[in-house]
């Protein structure tokens, strides 16, 4: 079973920005057990119809990523006709859902946008305006999908890796889907091949989390290799199935109803960000402070002064105090608070990564617990100190109690 | 000038690694005026053996990568010697200098490494075993390299690039860089393109901004097609040189030794996390207020609820309240808010993409201003409203009037 890649961009072929697309679809093709026989990179000048006929005739696949823009230079879906043998024709209803998107924006050009060879079907693009198609010239099938990864990614996942297995009537290899959260790929990497290195472990690394794929052997010993997994990470550390921190913690919230509010320093504002961003987040979201300077620890948050000049801004003390004034001023149920040192110099004599995390909640004891991160750079101490924060908050809501909890937590 | 690179790698092609070399070898080639016509990733399955035929008739410059190694899975020496005519030879140079390297740890397969096509000439690796080749085959140059980036970036900044520029005879091309803000990318294309069809224009996008290179015709007339493009896209969005807006925005704090505070809604976070995101952003940054919630409006920032009874939230008056409010709690020289309809339902009758933004400073007339985004969704809108706020503050900051320059602003 051979599949060829096409991506196309005159971007890509001038190394202005650089191809993500091609080796997350490999990688997940050759997991489906699917030969990658090429890979190729071709500009937006039309080399795409020399090559496309060539590919169709000796692949059972053929994956095309780019090239589905409004602009003139996007010859793809024009190409694929004629290499189909079937005229370009208007999908309604992919040009009503991009009117409905666009407005009286939509402009000329956007037309081509919902143009697709007759007798194929469309992919939908919950992120951008172009969506994918897929159909056979021949007995070759043939996928096309926009380029930007933001609205590939999800396509691929949702959509095109369950068609090419069922188009291709792949064998379904059985296979677990776990996250796991604030562990480096690598040492990831290296600890489940020290667990089981005959099982076929895969993962895809994210923002917030790192997704994981195990297969073969018998679910049994996958389940014991992944409990394995589980201890050797800490409480909370590996989820079943594909989510991550933000959704764990809004699931909490929402089950009952609870608000939340946020006193950030060190993530100076990320963690509210991402609370926010979400629709329908005002649900439960109430409000944040970003406390980066003292004055505004003691002014806006009723910080003490005498307990910040007793322990430093970045303490426990000042965690808790954080995290219960913004509880007070926002009035919401529940409340976490976020004080630590992002590098990339220490502060108040902490190294970079000490990060302490207060949480607050209505009939609750406050508390704090402290993080030390293996320091990476600024943006991945606050990103994984915002995903911890939401992991244990969580946990709170539900009643636990953090500080029982991070004394299992290893590789951070 | 056409070049075909082709990356040699069955761990590319199957997503084990991801290629690097393509990205920047094109880049390079790029700028020398090159035009990449094909960019070609293969498994060390043999099939660049008729894949090579192909390029070295259509084109003057083939770049190979990889498949040097003494692994008997890496035949393209053997490859390139058959398309070239010559057989292969021992380069007793390249064969005492791995002696010398290895020592004892040389063995058999190590003296294919040694062995290049008769008539090419050697390109040094300072570090590692197998060295690069050039040579010619017909009237086409062929540069085959080592495929580690750490072996082969050297060989190409120090040898390749200029062994090239030499031998094809390729004159000094001059490129302006711009970065433009808040318009789409298919949106600037069509501009740009109706403005000057005739240039070389060159985008790169990323979050913030859009990198833009214009090059072709003399300097006088690249520099009036960029003036054109600023008129057509308004004040403050189009900026010389690789920059984007919290960058603008944090130099003319810096400029004056002022500091900032931020009260969001809409954006919930967003633009205290950029602002706090690089290293030293204590010394301008005091806090922010997420009023993700009327009540946060009123009761921390004290909005008043007489002003968001009259109004709503998503209004002029209440972003300039807001504005006033986080920079009386922060104590900062300057602050600015942002409210409006992210999305993706309307709200207060206000359709989605609807953005106040209100700003305040000590001696200044508070102010604010209303923008129209087209809606690419939800994080979008949020995006392009923190980036508006940091290009409008600076401009606040240096004594301009916010609702002066909006009026310019087209295409958001």
Not at 5 to 14: A, P, V
Not at 27 to 42: A, P, Q
Not at 403 to 409: Q, T
Request: aromatic share 6%.
């Amino acid at each position: 079973m051979n599949a060829s890649l096409i991506m196309i961009g005159t971007e890509l072929t001038r190394g202005i920005i650089q191809d993500k697309n091609g080796p997350m679809i490999s990688r997940e093709l050759t997991h489906l057990g699917v030969h990658v026989s090429l890979f190729e990179i071709l500009p937006d000048d039309g080399s795409i119809e020399t090559v496309l006929a060539a590919e169709i005739s000796r692949s059972s696949l053929v994956i095309i990523t780019g090239g589905l823009g409004p602009t003139t230079d996007d010859m793809t879906r024009r190409v694929i006709a004629d290499a189909s043998g079937h005229p370009l024709i208007r999908d309604n209803e992919s040009w009503n859902s991009l009117l409905a998107k666009l407005g009286e924006r939509a402009y000329g050009p956007n037309e081509k946008q919902a143009m697709i060879p007759e007798g194929f079907s469309i992919i939908p693009n919950g992120n951008g305006t172009a969506p994918g198609f897929y159909g056979y010239a021949g007995s070759c099938l043939i996928v096309c999908l926009p380029g930007p990864p933001r609205e590939l990614e999800p396509m691929l996942y949702d959509s095109v890796l369950p068609l090419i297995r069922k188009k291709l009537d792949l064998p379904d290899a059985e296979r677990d889907e776990y996250s796991t959260f604030i562990t480096a790929e690598a040492k990831l990497e290296e600890l489940y091949e020290g667990i089981d290195p005959d099982l076929d472990w895969g993962t895809r690394f994210q923002d917030y989390r790192i997704s994981l794929y195990v297969s073969g052997k018998t679910a049994g010993e996958r389940g014991k290799a992944i409990a394995k997994l589980r201890m050797m990470l800490g409480e909370g550390r590996v989820a079943d199935g594909d989510t991550d921190p933000l959704t764990i913690l809004i699931n909490a919230l929402e089950k009952r109803s609870a608000t939340v509010a946020a006193a950030e320093s060190c993530t100076g504002g990320l963690a509210s960000a991402l609370l926010t961003e979400r629709p329908g987040s005002s649900s439960f979201m109430l409000g944040a402070v970003t406390s980066y300077a003292a004055s505004a620890k003691e002014n806006v948050l009723g910080v003490p002064v005498s307990l910040i000049e007793e322990h430093g801004t970045v303490s426990g003390e000042c965690a808790v105090a954080m995290a219960e004034g913004v509880r007070r001023i926002m009035g919401s149920d529940y409340s976490f608070s976020i004080t630590g040192v992002a590098g990339p110099d220490e502060d108040e004599n902490k190294p970079v990564g000490t990060v302490y995390i207060g949480f607050a909640g209505k009939d609750r004891q406050s508390e704090s617990i402290m993080l030390k991160f293996i320091s990476w750079g600024r943006a991945s101490v606050r990103r994984r100190a915002a995903a911890a924060a939401f992991i244990l908050l969580a946990m709170y809501i539900e009643g636990r109690s953090p500080s029982e909890i991070v004394p299992s937590w290893n590789y951070l």
